[in-house]
């Protein structure tokens, strides 16, 4: 069982929800940290609330869901320590996993479909990371963080 805490704004509520039930009958714990509805809302605090509880280890990994998931994944790598890839088909997603060792998936609910999206998750928990070289790569990453700060 994977401990998944997931956000969204206006625009990835309806595939956050679909994500819930999908993934929660699977035997994922699913942290729902909002939005609860398709009204306007501004999708930064639900991101880094979701980036939160994975650099607290209150998660495994998160999600984040917005109508090209690209602003949804900026604001959560705002977090430090959060390794948030924007996946929205499954090459990317694989990568992400394997050679990033990306923490925080992050999708357009515009730009992928249900099914797609189910594929997307799946594939991203599945990957586990590589290490070998590309854990010296994400060493680097982690000390530019350090250095120059994301928060």
Do not use: W
């Amino acid at each position: 069982m994977t401990r998944i805490a997931i956000g969204s704004d206006h625009a990835g509520f309806q595939l956050k929800a679909h994500l819930i039930e999908r993934l929660g009958a699977a035997g994922h714990e699913m942290i729902d940290l909002g939005t609860e509805s398709t009204e306007s809302v501004d999708y930064p605090p639900f991101c880094a609330a979701v980036g939160r509880r994975v650099v607290t280890g209150d998660a495994d990994v998160g999600i984040v869901l917005g109508g090209s998931g690209q602003g949804e994944q900026l604001a959560a790598n705002k977090v430090k320590g959060v390794r948030a890839a924007l996946c929205n088909e499954l090459y990317t997603a694989r990568m992400a996993r394997a050679h990033n060792d990306a923490n925080v998936l992050s999708m357009g609910a515009r730009v992928v479909g249900e099914g797609l999206a189910e594929e997307i998750v799946d594939l991203f928990l599945a990957t586990a990371f590589d290490g070998g070289r590309h854990a010296r790569r994400v060493a680097q990453i982690t000390e530019l963080e350090e250095r120059f700060g994301t928060s």
